[in-house]
């Protein structure tokens, strides 16, 4: 009879636990399947980012959450604004960006990829919306000056990450494949094609 009391609490347990992988399992297909849909993802994003400010707006407070939470995207902005391997503080044999034309050219790889970059943030307007549902966040500020601090380290972090770009000549965004199209001919196009019968 000892034995049947003493299963309770760690069937229970492993119940639980395997609820939570199979959970885990579902999350991450999904996840998974999401990953080549960033215009989607985007979009999700932006309706909670608009939901988020519209419950702060309404609310009238959680401003100092707001301002974590601009300070921790603009920390995400700058990881995915970064080159893998800086090339100011780590000279390595491996795959650099080129510093002048003649150099071969490299791609640029992200320090932080556009998926971790999206789920990061997301993942952050889901922990904020959740505090403003709990009244020991809400920590009585003047917002202005918040914002102003906010807005001065922006514009210096980006000035920053702008003149390093210019330094090492590396663009981070991705304009599409350039394509090269050789000399025309002159006169009537295809009439004078080697394999004219």
């Known amino acids: 009879m000892e034995g049947v009391g003493g299963d309770g609490p ?3 347990a492993t119940a639980l636990n395997q609820r939570r992988h199979e959970v ?5 297909y999904y996840l998974d399947k999401s990953t080549p849909h960033s215009l989607y993802r985007w979009i ?7 939901l988020y400010a519209l419950r702060v707006y309404y609310i ?6 707001s301002y974590g939470l601009g300070i921790y995207i603009l920390n995400l902005l700058i990881g995915f604004l970064s ?6 503080l780590e000279p390595t044999d491996g795959p ?3 510093t002048k034309g003649s150099d071969e050219f490299k791609p640029f790889i992200r320090r932080l990829p556009e998926f971790k970059f999206w789920y990061a943030i997301t993942k952050a307007f889901c922990v904020a919306f959740v505090m403003t549902f709990f009244s020991m966040f809400d920590v009585p500020v003047f917002w202005p000056i918040l914002l102003c601090y906010w807005l001065v380290l922006f514009v ?3 000035r920053r990450q702008i003149m390093h770009m210019i330094k090492y000549k590396y663009l981070p965004f ?4 350039q394509t090269y199209k050789g000399k025309k001919p002159a006169g009537r196009g295809n009439a004078m094609s080697p394999r004219a019968d």
């Open 10 to 12: 760690s069937t229970a």
């Open 24 to 28: 885990s399992k579902l999350f991450q």
């Open 44 to 50: 999700g994003t932006f309706a909670l980012v608009c």
């Open 60 to 65: 009238q407070g959680f401003y100092i959450v």
């Open 83 to 88: 080159p893998l391997v800086d090339p100011e």
């Open 96 to 98: 650099t960006l080129p």
């Open 156 to 158: 210096l972090t980006m």
């Open 174 to 177: 991705n304009i599409g494949k």
